[in-house]
């Protein structure tokens, strides 16, 4: 059956519905109707209480008139249906929705109603525009609502078209199961036949509630089948490398050398690696870690593991500042070991990089640490066993899938300071084992966080003034203004010049995203070295870099940041001794949501508990930024509130994996012709095909 086939589905409909995506029957099946009207969510006028609550209520739309001026200046669609009438209003946008309706429609009004004098209204309702002569009182049947658009509107494609449509198509149509019956029996979902009727003609509430799980259980069981079958292929072909023996550097190193107690979160951590690097499977895990709680530990214990067993590491950071620091690090914890480490940056003499890479070559090197280059580029390593990439978000899923790929398949270990909600990581390192270190090592002190006015800066000021003569040091961040980099600098640039002066006792620097990047080291090196107290900077502060004395982060415009920004920004101090104090300043006007991001921030410094509520308030494409984030698109799911889901759907695909990971019985016929072009697209996008 094609589209055409369909009555009152001519060139301009077609055109039209192919706008919105739909081009083809199955298409059209799979358009999801965005609510459900029904005797029990429509409410007869009279009984809408008017107290603020959200209702559904159909009418006939009675007088469309403008009302009010300049200002106050409104549009107002009266209502009525057989009980009384209702006002909806729009303070803005009226004349948009002004064009689209027309006295005499049936439609309905979704939103908190509230009793004005002699009006019920509802300010800014959501407007479905149901099919003339549907009978208002009698609306038996729960009816879908279909999403409607300007092209729609224009070609007369109605909500009663489309339904009539659906009816057309399924009479005619049964498309194929491809999940296996005991995948269905198993977790209680209609078959898809019956899915696709009980979605666009549902007898009862419950029936599309279950529709809309199967259609989301089969877009994630795709997804989550696709994700074990790359780990399995990748166990298949490539055995890891095997770390068998604990031996003498490990043993020196916990029980003599380390100075301090391993929190929880560390042992834990530290045990699902020692499990995977023991398995004979090459190991791919994340450790996720809110800043300070102390992943270079955990490096350093998967790092000796490799080395008791006679391969080397590698230790990778996003940035050269990141990576010498990382060296000393490394070089200070595992003196005590005989241990050969170097550091192979961009900068070096020609002659000091033949010396670093003949001792990777040749095996002297145990570990080398450096930029990603150091596993990219030309460098061989004579028996590389582990790789650990710090900071993991500046890697794309494509970087991690050319290192598991490489020479001798060594395990990999990334590292992130960003915490992100599970939901979330599910699906965005869906190829990776995640450990989670949860809290912070005893015996910090936590960052006091305080919220401020601007006309506060005065006392601010005189604050930080005696923290810095104490040998503090301190942050001052500007905001990016509306992504424009050169007002980001006026604004940084300003508060640089106003600072100096203030603060002419001590040394002021500035840092910005439009310097060389060797200028920005040259910056931040003085910065660690304390030849810069007070470091003016917009939000380029490299991500990761430790300057233990820094104990003071004043955030300008605080209320313009995102809550996961403000965090990780926060913990750029709190690293040393020192008590350490974030000032969050705002503005004079902050919206709600800006106040709600002020509050969380000085309520918590878990940050899990803060990416959750961030999560919460954008949603996940913002959340992490950029569409290009790895992320995948799903269709009807949304892995925030379908993670239930998202957890049956990885059993059940690693159930299939296990017992025939070929496709080749019977009941996964259907599923490998659905699954095979799925995954041959997936593997493409990831590099990995
Ligand atoms: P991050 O997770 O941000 O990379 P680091 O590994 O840099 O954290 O650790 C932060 C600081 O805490 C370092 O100075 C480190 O030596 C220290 N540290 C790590 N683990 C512990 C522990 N178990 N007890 C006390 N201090 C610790
Ligand atoms: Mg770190």
Known sequence: MNLSDLPKLGNKRIKALSESGIDTILDLMN????????????????????????????????????????RKKRLEIIIQDDTASLKGVWFKGGYYIKKQFSEGEVVAFFGKAKQYGRYLSMAHPEVDKLDDKSDISDLKKIVPIYPSNNA?????????????????????EKPPEFLPPYILSEYDLPKRHLAYRMMHFPQSKSEYKKAFIRFKFEELFLFELSVAKTKHEVIEQHQGPVFNNLGNYTKQFFNKNLPFELTEG?????????????????????????????KTIVAIGAILMALDNDFQAAFMAPTEILAEQHFRT????????????????????PTLRTDILTDIEGGNCDIAVGTHAIIQEEVNFYRLGLAVIDEQHRFGVKQRAEILTKGSHPHVLVMSATPIPRSLAMTLYSDLDISVIKGLPGGRKPVKTAVR???????????????????????????LVEESE?????????????????FSDFEVGLLHGQMKSEEKDAIMQKFIENKIQLLVSTTVIEVGVDVPNASIMIVEHAERFGLSQLHQLRGRIGRGKRQSYCILIHGQKVSKEGQFRLRKMAQTNDGFEIAEADLKLRGPGDFLGTKQSGMPEFRVADIVEDQWILEQTKSAAWEIMDKDPHFEEPPHQELKKVFLPYFKERSKFYGMG
């Open 266 to 294: 560390q042992k834990s951590a530290l045990s699902d690696i020692k499990k995977d690097v023991r398995s004979g499977k090459q190991m791919n895990r994340l450790v996720q870690g809110d800043v300070g709680s102390g």
């Open 152 to 172: 729609f509107s224009k070609h007369r494609i109605t909500n009663k078209l489309i339904h009539s449509w659906q009816k057309q198509i399924l009479q005619k």
């Open 31 to 70: 358009f999801l109707p965005r609510r459900y009207l029904d005797k029990t969510t429509v409410l007869p006028i009279r009984q809408v209480s008017g107290n603020g609550e959200q209702v559904t209520v159909v009418g006939r739309i009675k007088k469309i008139q403008q009302s009010g001026y300049g």
């Open 330 to 349: 490394l070089s200070s914890f595992l003196d005590p070991l005989d241990i050969n480490i170097r550091l192979l940056v961009g900068n070096q003499k």
């Open 486 to 502: 050169k007002m980001d600098l006026k604004d940084a640039t300003a508060g640089f010049e106003k600072l100096k002066k203030r």
């Open 453 to 479: 006015p601007q006309k506060k800066q005065a006392d601010i000021y005189r604050f930080v003034e005696e923290e810095l003569a104490a040998g503090g040091q301190a942050y001052v961040v500007y905001p």
